[in-house]
């Protein structure tokens, strides 16, 4: 843990956009997993999305699908979560994931050992 830095969060209204970044420790391995996951106010931590670095794969929870976009900067080691379309829903503690050398991307917080320490966003009606 500690090793992944967030910002990017915020308050927007619902309709609303916000990108989040998390910079990352240089790649050693050639494929590696990102992800971000979020816990919403009274319920766990649950998964929103997660890419491959070396081949872009990519994979979304149903509730964030054609919403929410990953994607990478190798040249700066950043990992960004383009968040549209945001609904009150949304609002949640945002947090970064990291799995150095995964090829296949789980979706559990078990499957990533690197953490960062969350970003806030809340979304008003």
């Known amino acids: 843990q500690g090793l992944l830095t967030e910002s990017g969060g915020g308050s927007v209204k619902a309709g609303g956009s916000l990108r989040l970044s998390c910079i990352h420790p240089?790649?050693?391995?050639?494929?590696?997993?990102m992800g971000w996951f979020r816990q919403r106010p009274g319920r766990e931590r649950e998964f929103v999305a997660a890419?491959?670095?070396?081949?872009?794969?990519?994979e979304y929870a149903d509730a964030v699908k054609g919403r929410f976009a990953i994607s990478q900067d190798l040249a700066k080691n950043t990992v960004y979560l383009q968040m549209n379309s945001l609904k009150p829903e949304d609002t949640a503690i945002y947090y970064c994931?990291?799995?150095?050398?995964?090829?296949?991307?789980?979706?559990?917080?078990?499957?990533?050992?690197?953490w960062g320490q969350g970003t806030q966003v809340t979304v008003s009606s």
């Open positions: 890419m491959e670095t070396e081949r872009d794969y990519t």
């Open positions: 994931a990291g799995d150095p050398g995964g090829w296949i991307c789980g979706t559990l917080t078990r499957d990533f050992a690197q």
């Open positions: 240089a790649f050693t391995e050639d494929s590696n997993c």
